[in-house]
């Protein structure tokens, strides 16, 4: 496939993104053949960091912040369903859990419309520019972007119980 020859180009110092033109072109171009890239299935288990050692840098760059006035947004990244299902759920769910004890944050993970259309994907864990743009219009309540109602979840201690408990929901309904 030629598109997988462009070089990336970046806007560093406007946006901070970088650009795939030529891919974005040719999904466009052949969005049946891009979802039947075998990228999309044949994901291989990731390796889990430290829990506990994880959630300790971010109490602490939470604290950083906090301690000199930042305004921290957190979020969790969308990764395509394929590499979501070959996660440690548990071991995810728990991290969830414990994150909102610490710091309210954003979920554009899980099973939801965007996550399940590898339209919307390179491959299994690097989504396209359109959907950083709704994650941004999420988090900042920007309207003028539509953004699925189903993608992009604020969760904080006190709602973290019923959001985990549906994103178990939906595995079981798998």
């Known amino acids: 496939m030629a598109w997988r020859k462009n070089v990336t180009e970046y806007d560093l110092f406007n946006t901070g993104h970088s650009f795939n ?15 039947m890239d075998p990228r999309f299935t044949n994901v291989q288990p990731g390796i889990t960091d430290d829990l506990l050692l994880s959630l300790e840098d971010i109490r602490e760059i939470v604290q950083l912040t906090n301690r000199h006035g930042i305004r921290l947004i ?22 969830k859990r414990e994150l909102s004890r610490i710091v309210d944050f954003y979920d554009f993970s899980g099973l939801n419309s965007i996550t399940t259309n590898n339209y919307y994907y390179y491959e299994s864990s690097h989504f396209r520019p359109k959907v950083g743009d709704m994650m941004i219009a999420r988090m900042f309540q920007d309207k003028s972007v539509f953004v699925p109602a189903d993608f992009g979840v604020y969760v904080t201690a006190a709602n973290a119980g019923g959001h985990l408990e549906r994103q178990r929901r939906e595995l079981d309904n798998r």
């Open 74 to 95: 957190v979020f969790i990244n969308p990764i395509y369903q394929s590499a979501y299902l070959r996660t440690e759920i548990k071991t995810f769910l728990r991290f």
């Open 21 to 35: 033109p030529g891919v974005d072109i040719w999904i466009e171009a052949n969005p049946e053949k891009h979802a």
